[in-house]
């Protein structure tokens, strides 16, 4: 294992975007969680890594830490106010507060219903089912095949686009935009921002148009209900909403998708799980390795306030570190081990207060629908080189998950 640094010349942002951090990042975590919980950055953002801090922080989201006032982004997020990709990313959901957030969580909550998830679940199960046929043979004849690319994207990407009203024929376009936007955050290089930039802008185009299709030829989606006169959204804040739900929804689950075959080849000792339980198998798959382990929003202290372990400033940038405060031990026993026999009612891999992740449920219901098909189906998959990993740095997330069926041997 790499040597950790010392508090005094770290910078954690910098570190997770290395390449021995970008594949497995957990033991930087701890060391960030025992040595430096209060981490500040070169730029002055504060990171949190144990779980009672993070959960603080996530239960005072929207009174003692506010997402950035939109009439002082130059100097709470001058960023914003520079580049496309972040001003669409300022003006979204996920960086709103009370009581415009509460309008706007309203809105989406009225179309991430149960029944609505309910609804989808035959599809989810159809299209699940189509993905595993169409490798089945590939993989019986010997072949490699990319599971996170075959499999895990377009089973969520399909969910997604069929909840929003995405048409088949944009899908693969669409989804190839988002990690180049979401590469984008203070401090990444400038190539990367302009590339980002450039995808926004392109994005953008796409929503605008696709929403004036809707409006003309309305269908039983999304789209269409949030365009509606009655939809509840004003003009300015329809597409920073397609956005973020497009961006947040299918990267993350499925990588939650990858990552839970990842942990079925990892820890054969617990496949019992996924056929008898596939809902907790699931839940420990999203506290020990959630597809987000650094929070990509922007959260400024609105006072001084004190953590057991340093004080973030009045006015400062605050991010939660996911990945670490999943795995702190005051927290969850023995937490590097995975157990899907635990207790995760404490894990934070879908966020918490305010912003807990709307689509929850139908990340949930990819993953539990998924991994025991994959597993009755193909029950002798198994990894034939390491995957490699998105250079996202909010996120873990398998970019390539390369698997056969039995031994090349």
């Known amino acids: 294992m790499t040597a950790q640094p010392s508090t005094t010349q ?13 594949e497995d ?51 709470q997020f001058p960023e914003a106010l520079q580049h496309r990709s972040m001003a669409v990313f300022a003006s979204s959901i996920a960086v709103s507060n009370p009581p415009a957030h509460t309008r706007l969580r309203k809105v989406v909550s009225r179309e991430f219903t149960a029944r609505r998830v309910a609804e989808l679940r035959p599809r989810i199960t159809a299209l699940c089912e189509r993905l595993i046929e169409e490798i089945t043979e590939p993989l019986l004849d010997g072949e490699e095949v990319d599971l996170q690319q075959r499999f895990a994207e377009p089973l969520s990407v399909g969910t997604l686009s069929a ?7 944009d899908q693969v376009w669409l989804a190839s935009l988002v990690e180049g ?48 006169p009655d939809g509840g959204l004003a003009e300015d804040e329809l597409v920073p909403m397609l956005w973020a739900l497009w961006c947040a929804g299918f990267k993350t689950s499925s990588a939650g998708v990858s990552n839970g075959v990842l942990a079925m080849l990892e820890y054969p000792e617990q496949l019992d799980w996924v056929e008898r339980d596939a809902s907790a198998f699931s839940n420990e798959v999203l506290r020990h390795n959630p597809p987000t382990i650094l929070t990509p929003f922007v959260r400024i202290a609105v006072r001084d306030v004190e953590f057991d372990g340093g004080t973030v400033v009045e006015g400062s940038d605050v991010r ?39 689509g929850a449920g ?15 189906r193909l029950p002798l998959l198994t990894r034939c080189s390491e995957p490699t990993w998105s250079p996202a740095v909010f996120h873990h ?8 069926h039995g031994s090349r041997g």
């Open 320 to 358: 939660l570190m996911i990945g670490a405060a999943n795995r702190d031990p005051e927290v969850f026993a023995d937490p590097e081990r995975f157990a899907p026999s635990r207790d995760t009612k404490a894990s934070l891999a879908f966020g918490g207060g305010i912003h807990f992740c709307a």
């Open 163 to 169: 909840l929003l009203g995405v048409p088949t024929e």
């Open 397 to 404: 997330m398998p970019r390539t998950l390369p698997v056969v």
């Open 362 to 376: 139908l990340a949930r219901v990819e993953i539990e629908t998924a991994l025991p098909r994959l597993r009755a």
């Open 10 to 22: 770290l910078d954690a942002m910098a570190r997770l975007q290395e390449p021995d951090n970008r």
């Open 181 to 228: 936007v979401l590469s984008a955050f203070p401090g990444a290089p400038i190539e990367v921002i302009a590339r980002a930039d450039q995808l926004t802008a392109d994005m953008e185009a796409y929503l605008v148009a696709l929403i004036e299709r809707r409006r003309k030829v309305p269908e039983d989606d999304l789209i269409t209900a949030l365009s509606a």
């Open 25 to 75: 990042p957990y033991p930087f975590l701890a060391w960030l969680r025992e040595h430096d919980p209060v981490h500040r950055t070169p730029r002055g953002t504060y990171i949190l890594s144990r779980h009672a801090d993070v959960a603080r922080v996530l239960r005072e989201s929207g009174d003692v830490f506010l997402s950035p006032d939109r009439t002082k982004l130059t100097t």
